[in-house]
């Protein structure tokens, strides 16, 4: 049919009017019998199908199908005609016996596209879609038939595909919802006896199902394991090459005609970056034998790890064979603390994180590994419990050796458990063993402590790892760390401006071990570095325990403390120009750091000597050193200039006072009131007396020396509180002379004084990336009236995990009316019930000048800027678009700037 809604015969059917008691059943099945739609069927499969029909009548002009409206059944016409029309009325066609009337669209599962009428009293037959799904999932080979004469998968075949996939035990826990989309890409393929589907060495073809028959998977025999798997209806196949994008070790044939279902590659893509669950739940239980390819550089990277330096390389290919490729989506667990340690884990490609939750309940970053690295070796050595999770933050390939595999091995081969017993027997030693007291005195505020006391110190000293650009603390947080700096560069930025690099050998941090206020400067990273950390707890049970100890290294603290200060070289704690520290109130509730420990590294150079004056002056910044020249400037003219002449005015003041001679007080008062009314100029030119006694008045009254205070410390800036309503004292009248007429009449009239109009300008639209919409992040607009001042987000910017290069940070620049940086300006990250406030540093361009680590995903963190009312963006967070839950590192960049509603 030229409309594809209705099905007649195309070829001859019996005449129902020449036997009427030939009518009814048997009629109905001569007709589905004939009719090409359902072809092929058996005649078990028609006579379902006939008994899935219901017979039924109407009077002419009755409307069975309606254009544009969904419907739910299909019509076989028994007797009488059925005439088709367009949605406009427009005729299209006359159908008669035998014709099937709305199939295409019912198995579409689409609204008609015509309207379908009795053109006389009708008898038909007619099949509802909740039958024809009932009986589909009774007998899925008929929906699989009806699709092929279709000529395409029918809409009723959804429920039992849905039913089918729920009981695949690789997809057990997925959701109905995500059972139903991976339903709507399903294809029913056809296959003959010992047609093959993909070869070994294929890249990835699909996700299969069998559906009926049998399917062989036959292993590469280069790989090992079983040779011949067969699967029988039911069973997935070709999940794990689409999860890890290698190429399969297995070719799939059908052993015997058989039917499976096959999603491609493309089409799979698609699907699991909207339903993550799906690729989650099949990694969990994809796993292979490594390739041959993969079992040579297995056997590359294991050569390569001291636990198997001498294990024999026939052995090593050995131990190759038994490792397994398995998947790991972003975002999924490896293994938790607490799980019994049975495998060691070589990275092909992704990353994994290591963590772990200290007696403070907060979890630290233990180390971040990439490809090539490997993790979890403890496991073949001593089955010991884990210590740390192992979290995958990128879609990661591991290859894995099963301790049981490598236990069985060493059975067979024993240089095996001879390398396991070495490396286990150092791995005992090697606190003993890796202590060099030659790196520990290399730090110059351990190179005088006595051997004793410096195995000491050492023994409490933590390894970290800072990536470039990282702050390792901010400004008025607490300061509970000294930090030994091993390798790389650190800068050191003080609230007041300027800034300088500590290099190896050095330390920082030395205010924690001696008081308990915060840090007065910033530490960012310059360089990847690694640092020995000793905490404010370690440092006081040394101390306690340790009394000669605690005598040595608080005489060098001290020592280097009172150095940096005579030398003019203040350490991170001392700022420039005699800072001297004001705590504000610091949030004890901001999510703590998490930090990396640091791998060994090779002997440190001797540490470069301090400065004087000179390199101090030469690493201040430009700002800075012109502070230094105003600061110098301002201290010559106070001693050369006005200290001496405020001291010879006192001298000579109260002589000039008692020759001073004036007519009347009312005189002078008059001179001074016309002098505010009109100027000095003006009073000249029109009353020479007056003129003569103000000058007179002048003479005679000695200067008042006034204090000029010598340059103060600035403060750390602290939160400018809102303007409050201050009530304005009323001026008290006082009785006064008029001025003279003159001037009175110089005076011009004052026009009334207009009602104020505020002006209005315009708003520049603000700077948005469109990416914030699809994560979640909105703003919320301060509530100010026109005329008020407001802090309004002129720029929004999101980076992801690409352009981020590591750092998750909220990054925030605020600026006053004319586009210029307010140093010290608070700002507030706040989420829950926590918050964490600190000011915009004088860093130089272009990096902003506040930032806040995040660690919390989703939508968690909100920012503001304090002292105004202030519009405030909602929703940051770590996560990216398509995985906004997860710990992805991304960045977000804000501006704010002053400005008037």
């Known amino acids: 049919m030229a409309t594809g809604s209705s099905r007649p015969h195309l070829r001859p059917h019996p005449d129902p009017h020449s036997d009427r008691g030939r009518q009814g059943g048997f009629v109905k099945h001569e007709f589905i019998k004939f009719a090409p739609l359902f072809a092929g069927l058996t005649d078990g499969e028609r006579e379902l199908l006939a008994a899935g029909f219901a017979e039924g009548k109407c009077a002419a002009q009755t409307v069975l199908l309606k254009a544009g409206e969904r419907s739910d059944a299909m019509f076989l016409v028994g007797q009488g005609f059925v005439g088709l029309s367009t949605q406009s009325g427009a005729p299209l066609a006359t159908l008669g016996p035998g014709s099937l009337i709305g199939d295409a669209s019912l198995f579409r599962g689409q609204p008609q596209d015509v309207t379908a009428t009795a053109l006389s009293d009708l008898q038909y037959w007619k099949l509802t879609d909740r039958g024809l799904r009932d009986l589909i999932v009774q007998h899925p080979a008929l929906g699989l038939k009806l699709s092929r004469n279709f000529g395409g998968l029918l809409a009723q075949m959804e429920d039992y595909l849905v039913q089918r996939l729920g009981r695949v035990p690789e997809l057990a826990g997925l959701p109905p919802h995500t059972l139903q989309a991976l339903a709507v890409y399903l294809k029913p393929r056809q296959l003959n006896a010992q047609e093959v589907i993909f070869r070994a060495g294929d890249a990835p073809a699909g996700l299969f199902l069998v559906e009926a028959g049998e399917v062989e998977l036959r292993a590469d025999v280069e790989t090992g394991g079983e040779r011949v798997q067969k699967l029988a209806p039911g069973a997935l196949f070709g999940a794990l090459t689409l999860l890890t994008g290698k190429p399969s070790t297995q070719s799939a044939v059908a052993s015997q005609d058989s039917t499976i279902w096959a999603v491609s590659a493309d089409e799979f893509a698609a699907l699991s970056s909207r339903q993550p669950g799906l690729r989650r739940t099949l990694a969990r239980n994809a796993r292979a034998r490594l390739s041959k390819a993969d079992q040579s550089q297995a056997v590359l990277r294991l050569a390569q790890m001291p636990l198997f330096a001498d294990v024999p390389p ?47 309940g907060v979890v630290e970053e233990l180390a971040r590994i990439g490809g090539g690295g490997f993790f979890g070796e403890m496991g073949l050595l001593s089955g010991q419990i884990r210590g740390e999770d192992a979290t995958a933050i990128r879609n990661t390939n591991l290859w894995i050796l099963p301790k049981a595999e490598l236990d069985t091995l060493a059975t067979q081969h024993p240089q095996i458990g001879q390398a396991l017993n070495k490396a286990l027997a150092e791995r005992i030693a090697a606190p003993e063993a890796g202590y060099d007291e030659d790196r520990f005195r290399r730090f110059y505020l351990l190179s005088d402590l006595s051997p004793h006391d410096l195995r000491q110190v050492a023994d409490h000293l933590h390894p970290t790892r800072y990536r470039a650009g990282e702050q390792i603390y901010r400004a008025s947080s607490t300061a509970d760390m000294l930090y030994l700096l091993e390798k790389g560069h650190v800068r050191i930025q003080p609230l007041s401006g300027g800034s300088w690099v500590l290099g190896p050998g050095e330390a920082f941090g030395e205010r924690a071990l001696l008081t308990n206020q915060p840090h007065n400067a910033s530490a960012l990273a310059e360089t990847d570095i690694d640092v020995w950390t000793l905490s404010k707890a370690d440092f006081d049970l040394l101390m306690n325990r340790y009394p000669s100890l605690a005598i040595s290294l608080s005489r060098v603290l001290s020592q280097r403390l009172a150095e940096l200060n005579a030398g003019g070289f203040e350490e991170e704690e001392t700022l420039t120009g005699g800072y001297v520290p004001v705590r504000p109130e610091v949030a004890t509730n901001v999510p703590s750091r998490r930090r990396r420990p640091s791998a060994v590294e090779s002997p440190l150079p001797a540490p470069r000597a301090r400065g004087g004056f000179g390199q101090w002056f030469a690493n201040l910044s430009p700002i800075g050193k012109i ?17 001496p002449a405020a001291f010879l005015s006192l001298l000579r003041g109260t002589s000039v006072a008692s020759g001073a001679e004036l007519t009347s007080r009312n005189n002078l008062l008059n001179a001074i009131n016309a002098v505010y009314a009109v100027g000095s100029y003006e009073l000249a030119s029109k009353d020479k007396e007056l003129a ?22 600035t403060a750390i800036p602290t939160s400018t509180p809102l303007p409050t309503n ?91 009316e004319n586009g210029n940086r307010i140093v010290g300006q608070p700002v507030t990250v706040f989420w829950g019930d926590g918050s964490y406030t600190g000011g915009i540093e004088d860093k130089a361009a272009p990096d902003f000048g506040y930032n806040y680590m995040m660690y919390a995903a989703g939508n968690a963190y909100n920012v503001k800027v304090e002292g105004l009312p202030s519009e405030i963006l909602v929703g940051a967070g770590m996560g990216s678009i398509e995985q906004p839950k997860y710990g992805i590192h991304t960045s977000f960049y804000l501006v704010y700037q002053r400005a008037t509603k």
């Open 314 to 360: 026939q052995v090593m290919q050995a131990i190759a064979q038994r490792m397994v490729l398995q998947h790991v989506p972003a975002g999924e667990r490896v293994y938790m603390m607490g799980e019994a340690g049975d495998a060691l884990y070589l990275i092909e490609s992704g990353e994994v994180e290591l963590t772990s939750e200290n007696a403070g």
């Open 627 to 643: 502070q230094l020249a105003v600061l110098l400037l301002l201290l010559i003219w106070l001693l050369a200039i006005a200290a």
């Open 692 to 713: 003569e006694a103000l000058a007179m008045a002048d003479k005679a009254v000695p200067p008042t020396p006034t204090h000029t205070p010598l340059p103060t410390q």
């Open 726 to 816: 201050t009530p304005t004292p009323a001026p008290t009248a006082t009785a006064t002379q008029p001025p003279p007429a003159f001037v009175q009449e110089l005076l011009p009239q004052a026009p009334p004084t207009p009602e104020p109009v505020a002006a209005v300008a315009a708003v520049a639209p603000r700077a948005w990336d469109p990416r914030l919409d699809q994560l979640g992040v909105r703003v919320e607009e301060a509530q100010v009236a026109p005329g008020q001042q407001y802090w309004r987000l002129i720029e929004a910017r999101w980076a992801d995990e690409q352009q981020s290069g590591g750092k998750h940070h909220i990054y925030v620049e605020v600026l006053d």
